[in-house]
């Protein structure tokens, strides 16, 4: 079975920038989540969908983070402008429903110069 | 609010035991283990749902009190490919919050 696939695992970009992340989660997974993970730390919940519907969003920096999941399967993430601050790993995950069992790509490692 | 995990960081001999804990304070529906070695995706090791019941390793041994909201990972005769982070998540409203973390290394 396929596991959840991310691009690109690594991007650097400058300040002010703009940058997209993809994700294809698990086939068959309902809800999918995007993390943002900062070294030395656990992972922070920005966005949970469940199917193409936005379930929590409250710790999504709305201003300059975007995500979508169109026809509820693929799902990108962006950011416009980036900021020093946004330096992280961001990770997307999957499950068959709403607090399952988690399966975690690879991630992006974004670093902003 | 962040779960809260002990110890921040737990260095071990091979086939030592270790104990990993994680407090919420909120009441919780279930709890669950990840381990991340470094550079890779956290992978999934344990769920223990209120009511008792569990999903995950046959190696790995947890517990839920969920009267205290907390939950304690043990880990017995640690081997070398137990080092790596280990993250706690609770859940409560239909979304999971990761602890902040537990590094463990096992040296030969």
């Known amino acids: 079975e396929a596991g959840v696939a991310q691009s690109p695992r690594y991007k650097i970009i400058e300040k002010r920038q703009s940058v997209a992340f993809w994700c294809n989660p698990i086939s068959g997974h309902a809800t999918l989540y995007w993390y943002q993970q900062i070294l030395g730390q656990g992972p922070k919940l920005l966005i949970q969908?469940?199917?193409?519907?936005?379930?929590?969003d409250s710790q999504l920096p709305k201003d300059r983070f975007s995500a979508e999941r169109l026809k509820g399967v693929d799902s990108t993430l962006k950011i416009q402008p980036a900021k020093l601050e946004d330096s992280a790993v961001y990770l997307c995950?999957?499950?068959?429903?709403?607090?399952?069992?988690?399966?975690f790509g690879a991630g992006t490692r974004l670093s902003v110069l | 609010q962040q779960p809260v995990q002990s110890p921040q960081a737990v260095i071990l001999r091979e086939g030592e035991d270790a104990v990993i804990n994680c407090s919420s304070s909120k009441a919780l529906y279930s709890v669950h283990w990840y381990r991340q070695k470094h550079g890779e995706a956290p992978v999934f090791l344990m769920i223990l749902l209120k009511g008792g019941e569990q999903k995950g390793h046959d190696k790995i041994s947890a517990s839920f009190n969920e009267k205290k909201q907390q939950s304690s990972l043990y880990l017995t005769a640690s081997q070398l490919s137990y080092s790596g982070t280990y993250f706690c998540?609770?859940?409560?409203?239909?979304?999971?919050?990761f602890g902040q973390g537990t590094t463990l290394q096992v040296k030969p």
């Open positions: 998540g609770t859940a409560n409203t239909g979304k999971l919050i």
């Open positions: 995950a999957s499950s068959l429903t709403p607090v399952d069992i988690q399966y």
């Open positions: 969908f469940q199917n193409n519907g936005v379930v929590d």
